[in-house]
């Protein structure tokens, strides 16, 4: 077993944020942040890793909070630009594989886990942080698996009565234990294990809510 990530996180580029100068700093603040915390990362550290002045990333950004709140907001917009949208006319299974798949490469890749850490490291200090992230990266997630599901059910490939709930069976269901593992700072499992066990995951969720011949 190992902890080694198995693909990197995709890097912030102007992308995912507007303007050179915000993008240079939120480059810089999420390095920071990822090397040292949030307790123990300064605005002045901040400034001159981005090579900015402390009077323009003041302008930018108030507090050491605001910039940690605005960089959460950022990777949730990251996230939701990553998501993959498989093509459902091929089969639901190997849709549903593929997104899952996309949910487990994530969570075991370096950055994801190096910050998802970061921000759990806070829950004591900074509660509103964690509730931020949260609700802002579990809801982009969520809300986007439960139009997907509802795609599926519409096409008939799927036959459930709560789609939220849905969305959310099938994540744990993909996912197991691996969340906690990286809020805890637990070994991972290897790709091929979390593989394996995504798999089985999504074999359970279609026999729940995969539609066949005889079912209504």
């Not at 942040?33 to 990333?57: C, H, P, Y």
């Not at 074999?203 to 995969?210: E, M, N, S, W």
Request: hydrophobic content about 45%.
């Amino acid at each position: 077993m190992t902890s080694e990530p198995v693909a990197p996180a995709p890097e912030l580029t102007e992308e995912h944020v507007p303007g050179r100068k915000e993008c240079q700093i939120l480059v810089a603040a999420r390095a920071q942040f990822l090397e040292q915390g949030f307790s123990d990362t300064s605005m002045d550290a901040i400034a001159r890793r981005a090579g900015v002045s402390k009077a323009t990333l003041y302008a930018y950004f108030p507090s050491k909070e605001a910039l940690f709140s605005h960089l959460i907001q950022v990777e949730c917009k990251e996230k939701c630009v990553t998501l993959p949208s498989p093509d459902l006319d091929e089969g639901v299974q190997p849709a549903l594989h593929a997104l899952c798949s996309h949910f487990v490469r994530h969570f075991l890749a370096k950055e994801s886990m190096a910050f998802f850490q970061t921000v759990s490291g806070e829950r004591w200090r900074f509660p509103d942080l964690c509730k931020l992230y949260f609700k802002s990266a579990r809801q982009i997630v969520v809300d986007f698996v439960v139009a997907y599901l509802e795609q599926a059910r519409a096409k008939r490939l799927l036959a459930f009565d709560d789609a939220g709930i849905a969305a959310e069976q099938l994540m744990n269901l993909a996912l197991l234990d691996t969340p906690f593992r990286v809020a805890l700072g637990l070994e991972l499992r290897d790709q091929e294990e979390a593989e394996r066990i995504m798999e089985a995951g999504l074999a359970v969720f279609l026999k729940a809510y995969g539609v066949t011949e005889t079912r209504d």
